[in-house]
């Protein structure tokens, strides 16, 4: 019981440290003092150049990952989607950087592409594990830190109603994944469009690069999590009439006391 406050994130953190902080390194931190000189520009104390500003911008979310697995000894599922995502832009911005600091000409193809994989295969996973023993929606929405599962399953079970109860969490798992299918096309062509008129071959390449992944980092945040959260109120809501209508039990018998 002791451990058990330590093992909670914190929203907000996880806000600050895996979105905010990394958008604010990129954009303010990337400049290169001697291409700012070249450009006749000032150079400050904390323009530490584009491959520093990447590197804290990608160790601070990790570092708090890991730290996050080490205090709670069992993996995060969502943890886990961030550790993924970070390592996967390590390693396109290492492959897309050219050694004369330049910028390969499909980068903003390449980066949509890798914006648009993890809510895809979000997608996929939701709608295929719909049959499984552990549906994903359960670990979303349809859970026991929400919902009295077994007083609803056992209401179920009197009533007969099995097949009509499974046929419901699997029409709301169809359209919760649709929200991430529809953020993993928004994904990739808010990438398109931050990289239109990009400059491959500018001296300060690498530097809008980082702007770009910055701008991304915190418009990607929204852009996933608009279309999530409003498709999750509507699942929710369907979720609760279809309850209702086969159990008769009304939303307070239905959901736990908060």
Request: aromatic content about 12%; overall charge positive; proline content about 5%.
């Given at each position: 019981?002791a451990?058990s406050?330590?093992?909670?994130e914190?929203?907000?953190?996880?806000?600050?440290i895996?979105?905010?902080?990394?958008?604010?390194?990129?954009?303010?931190?990337?400049k290169?003092?001697a291409i700012?000189e070249?450009?006749h520009?000032?150079?400050?104390f904390w323009?530490?150049?584009p491959?520093?500003?990447?590197i804290?911008?990608?160790?601070?979310p990790?570092?708090?990952g890991?730290?996050h697995?080490i205090?709670?000894?069992?993996?995060?599922f969502f943890?886990?989607?961030?550790?993924?995502s970070?390592?996967?832009t390590?390693g396109?911005?290492?492959?897309?950087?050219n050694p004369d600091?330049?910028v390969?000409?499909?980068a903003g193809?390449?980066?949509?592409?890798?914006e648009a994989?993890?809510p895809?295969?979000?997608?996929?996973a939701?709608?295929?594990?719909a049959r499984?023993?552990?549906p994903?929606?359960?670990?979303?929405?349809?859970?026991?830190?929400i919902?009295?599962?077994?007083?609803?399953e056992q209401?179920?079970s009197e009533?007969?109603?099995?097949?009509?109860y499974?046929?419901?969490?699997?029409q709301?798992?169809?359209?919760?994944?649709?929200?991430f299918?529809?953020s993993?096309?928004?994904n990739l062509?808010l990438?398109?469009?931050f990289?239109?008129?990009f400059?491959?071959?500018?001296?300060?390449?690498?530097?809008?690069?980082?702007g770009?992944?910055?701008s991304?980092?915190f418009?990607?945040?929204?852009?996933?999590?608009?279309?999530?959260?409003?498709?999750l109120f509507?699942?929710?809501?369907?979720l609760l009439?279809?309850?209702n209508h086969?159990t008769?039990?009304?939303?307070?018998?239905?959901?736990l006391?908060?």
């Amino acid at each position: 019981m002791a451990n058990s406050k330590t093992t909670k994130e914190h929203p907000l953190a996880n806000i600050l440290i895996n979105v905010l902080i990394p958008v604010l390194v990129l954009s303010f931190l990337s400049k290169d003092p001697a291409i700012q000189e070249k450009l006749h520009k000032p150079a400050h104390f904390w323009h530490i150049g584009p491959l520093y500003a990447m590197i804290v911008a990608l160790v601070l979310p990790l570092g708090y990952g890991i730290r996050h697995f080490i205090q709670t000894r069992k993996p995060n599922f969502f943890s886990g989607l961030g550790l993924v995502s970070i390592l996967l832009t390590g390693g396109l911005t290492l492959f897309l950087w050219n050694p004369d600091g330049s910028v390969k000409e499909n980068a903003g193809l390449l980066f949509g592409i890798k914006e648009a994989s993890i809510p895809l295969v979000l997608a996929v996973a939701i709608l295929t594990s719909a049959r499984s023993k552990a549906p994903l929606l359960n670990v979303f929405l349809y859970n026991d830190n929400i919902f009295d599962i077994p007083k609803i399953e056992q209401k179920i079970s009197e009533l007969g109603k099995g097949d009509d109860y499974q046929n419901l969490l699997i029409q709301c798992t169809r359209w919760f994944s649709g929200s991430f299918f529809l953020s993993s096309m928004l994904n990739l062509a808010l990438a398109l469009w931050f990289f239109r008129g990009f400059d491959h071959h500018a001296i300060n390449a690498l530097e809008t690069y980082n702007g770009i992944v910055g701008s991304l980092t915190f418009y990607g945040f929204l852009v996933i999590g608009v279309p999530i959260v409003g498709f999750l109120f509507l699942v929710l809501k369907h979720l609760l009439k279809g309850l209702n209508h086969l159990t008769g039990m009304p939303d307070e018998e239905l959901m736990l006391p908060r």
